[in-house]
């Protein structure tokens, strides 16, 4: 038995298991609303944040723009949608999932050609081209038709079993997705390919005197995490009805990177905490701002984004390796043992 | 490996307890409604009714219409002061979706689920409401008087529960295609509309009225590209006499400065909807402003033609008497222009329903009140309201702009959305209540 916990694959799919159950009565505990408007987006921005956050803390690599993944995998799944699939079964789902996580993997692998012979701020400059340019498609004359212009193609949610309101079951549904690209990317970063991602965010030059091909592990890496982006891209649009350019505006990019940072560079756990922050802080601050009843829109609408910006900073001024750096920090200074092990990155250079 | 196994636990542990820590502090909140109140109806209880809206109070679309909201919370707050509808006051909570399909899903679902509202009344945009008709009929909300005039509410099979309240956009064109027909026979023509069902619908209208060989040039825009150049380049090119639009307040403004750079100057005919004088005017003036330039609004909007189906402020009826007084003593910062006007009367609107719906108004009683028909109110031409059909005003009049305001020609007409003739309707409109409030 105690050998079996060792294994990491057999540990992961356990803890993965026993979170689906605690999930799912979260689920049903709470509001339906909740569901909707607080746990299915934490849930897909999990899968996004996650992938990004080992793309940037273990592979050593930047990307400004994974919100465009995101819309690689929603649009996969509303084009799918509406010209392949008849049907909304959970199965019929599952599918257009897998389609929009392999479409978006192999975006990002054209992506990640380019990004492997780009470094810093010139990869910093690139994925920022993406997010600001790949939404702006949609409107673009030629493909307005096919891609719905800026209102956005109609995606229609699975039937949920009987007994089970949608907003829960689709809620559900994220929380699985969640779970299985976390327990995916855990098992990534145990095994050689973490390894060889970590060699080489350290050291290319060592990296690749030890046998590893630098250009390949980095796009290995964009793949990984853009498949991750495209799947919580997906979830998105079947969660909001809509595969739109405004639900992937550079914010959405910005948010997600803040997330990580936030977070904890490189670590999952990080990335989860990340992603409460930026879906419930904005949701907190604009109640906040209509509690104080605020009369001008224009005020009570930008109070979110500032409070947004001043959490962000005072986190990084107290905890400069992310929340996860920070809990780790006071967890050693309870137990008085040193880390054994240092999986989270340090800071990146020259961005 | 142990501390793995934590860190993984502590994630989960910290979900569970971030999701379930903002349950403690507001669910208090979505259990409300129901209480004490004769009526059973989510919402409603002995002395309130709340219902709620999405409404573009940031964004593209935001420039004029964000008044829109703001007009009928202060209507309402007028009939609150004055005893309410039945004995209740009417809460209106409308939150905004900055004309985003994305967020509209989002604060719709907050509406119905969390805030428990009585029904979404007047939720702006045709883009985005598009992606909550179907949820909201899933939920039985009634859908009230969408701020859109798609053709799109008018499914009484498939949406039963919602309602337009403004002339279709089909209806609107038609009557201005059949206007600029025979008014520009002959004349080069050309269409630019926003690239959705609002601009496609009033295409549709206008293409059943206005010969195909007149039509020189068709360009759309996304309201989220506020550069024309483009297609103002390929309707010049194409010279056309007369340029339709059908398109949101800015866009109009946009098209005006556009064509002025380009010193070319044909006649324009706006849709109701993009055609308001004081925003317009105010956009134009703020546009060119922030390109270096200095208009005068007011000045390059006069001769527009548009079209209008609530009295015009420029009449001075009963009705807009009515609305000045309402907004000179709750709604102080703004001049009655057309949206103003537009978001009072619609909120007319369904206090008339609420008031039909019954002493203890239900979803489907309220529903019904709508269904059985109800008077025109603020409006020249009648609603087209029954169990068959949930289209709103069922005409409008041909207007012009002068100075700061449409000042109408000719008679109100009606029409349908198919190939239905023409009408003109000759009945003259009803004076408003002395109180303000529907009895």
């Excluded at chain 1, 038709?145 to 699975?158: A, F, K, Q």
């Excluded at chain 1, 907190?284 to 109070?303: E, F, R, V, Y």
């Excluded at chain 2, 956009?283 to 527009?304: E, F, S, W």
Aim: glycine share 12%; proline share 5%.
């Amino acid at each position: 038995m105690r050998g079996l916990l060792r294994s990491n694959l057999v540990r992961h799919t356990l803890l993965a298991l026993v979170g689906i159950g605690l999930l799912w009565l979260l689920i049903s505990a709470l509001p339906g609303y909740r569901s909707s408007n607080q746990i299915a987006p934490i849930a897909y921005t999990v899968c996004a944040a996650a992938g990004l956050s080992v793309l940037v803390g273990q592979s050593g690599q930047i990307s400004l723009g994974h919100g465009a993944f995101m819309a690689v995998g929603a649009y996969t799944m509303a084009l799918l949608q509406e010209h392949w699939v008849t049907g909304h079964s959970n199965l019929q789902l599952v599918g257009l999932l897998a389609a929009s996580v392999v479409v978006s993997a192999l975006f990002g692998a054209v992506v990640g050609v380019a990004a492997a012979r780009l470094r810093g701020p010139y990869l910093a400059g690139v994925t920022l081209a993406l997010a600001l340019g790949l939404p702006t498609l949609a409107s673009y004359d030629r493909l307005s038709g096919t891609l719905g212009g800026s209102s956005g193609l109609t995606v229609l949610p699975p039937v949920s079993p009987a007994g089970i309101d949608d907003s829960r079951w689709q809620a559900f549904i994220c929380c699985v997705a969640a779970v299985i690209v976390l327990w995916f990317l855990a098992n990534i970063s145990r095994s050689r390919v973490g390894r060889s991602f970590r060699a080489v965010r350290d050291d290319e030059i060592a990296a690749s005197l030890a046998g590893l091909s630098v250009a390949r592990v980095q796009v290995l890496a964009f793949v990984l995490s853009a498949g991750c982006a495209g799947l919580g891209g997906a979830l998105l649009a079947m969660l909001s009805l809509t595969a739109g350019p405004l639900a992937f505006q550079l914010s959405l990019s910005f948010a997600l990177l803040a997330a990580v940072v936030f977070g904890g560079l490189g670590s999952l756990a990080g990335a989860v905490y990340g992603s409460i922050l930026i879906v419930l802080l904005p949701q907190w601050s604009q109640d906040l701002a209509s509690a104080l009843s605020i009369g001008s829109a224009k005020i009570s609408n930008n109070i979110p984004l500032m409070v947004y910006g001043v959490v962000l900073a005072l986190a990084m001024l107290a905890a400069p390796n992310g929340l996860h750096g920070l809990l780790r920090q006071l967890a050693r200074a309870a137990t008085g043992r040193r880390p054994v092990r240092k999986l989270t990155s340090r800071p990146m250079e020259g961005t | 490996m142990r501390k793995r196994q934590l860190r993984f636990a502590a994630a989960g542990a910290l979900l569970a307890l971030g999701v379930a820590a903002c349950g403690g502090s507001s669910g208090g909140t979505s259990t409300g409604g129901n209480g004490s109140g004769g009526s059973a109806a989510p919402g409603v209880t002995a002395t309130t009714v709340t219902i709620g809206s999405t409404q573009p109070l940031s964004g593209p679309a935001a420039p004029g219409y964000s008044e829109i909201s703001q007009a009928s919370d202060a209507y309402f707050r007028y009939i609150n002061d004055n005893g309410g509808i039945n004995g209740r006051k009417i809460i209106y909570k409308y939150l905004d979706d900055g004309y985003n399909p994305t967020q509209t899903v989002a604060q719709t679902r907050k509406l119905v689920e969390q805030d428990n509202v009585f029904a979404i009344f007047n939720a702006l945009g045709t883009p985005t409401h598009e992606k909550v008709v179907g949820y909201l009929n899933q939920k039985k909300v009634p859908d009230l008087f969408v701020a859109s005039g798609c053709l799109c509410w008018n499914d009484v099979s498939a949406h039963p529960y919602t309602f337009g309240w403004q002339p279709d956009y089909t209806v609107e064109g038609k009557i201005l295609g059949a206007y600029i027909k025979k008014n520009f026979a002959g004349k080069r023509i050309a269409y630019f509309y926003q690239n959705d069902d609002f601009g496609l619908d009033g295409v549709k209208g206008l293409d059943m009225e206005i010969p195909k060989s007149q039509v020189v040039a068709r360009q759309s825009y996304e309201p989220t590209n506020t550069d024309l150049s483009s297609q103002v380049q390929k309707i010049q090119a194409a010279k056309a006499d007369l340029v339709v639009s059908f398109s949101i307040p800015a866009f109009t403004a946009i098209l005006k400065l556009k064509m002025l750079q380009a010193r070319y100057n044909p006649q324009l005919a706006v849709s109701n909807v993009g055609s308001d004088p004081i925003t317009l005017s105010n956009l134009l003036k703020g546009i060119a402003a922030k390109a270096g330039a200095t208009v005068n609004g007011t000045q390059l909007m006069q001769g527009i033609i548009t079209d209008g189906y609530l009295s015009s402020p420029a009449d001075n009826d009963s009705w807009i008497k009515l609305f000045q007084k309402v907004r000179a003593k709750y709604l102080k910062k703004l001049p009655l222009d057309g949206n103003v006007e537009y978001g009072m009367a619609a909120a007319y609107t369904f206090a008339q329903a609420l008031k039909a719906a019954g002493q203890d108004p239900t979803r489907e009683s309220l529903v019904k009140a709508v269904e059985s028909g109800l008077a025109q109110g603020p409006g020249i031409v009648p609603f087209r309201y029954s169990s068959s059909d949930h289209a709103g005003f069922g005409g409008v009049q041909i207007g012009v702009i002068r100075g700061t305001a449409i000042h109408f020609v000719g008679k109100p007409q009606t029409t349908d959305d198919g190939s239905g003739a023409i009408q003109t309707y000759t009945q003259s409109q009803p004076p408003a209540p002395a109180n303000g409030i529907p009895s």
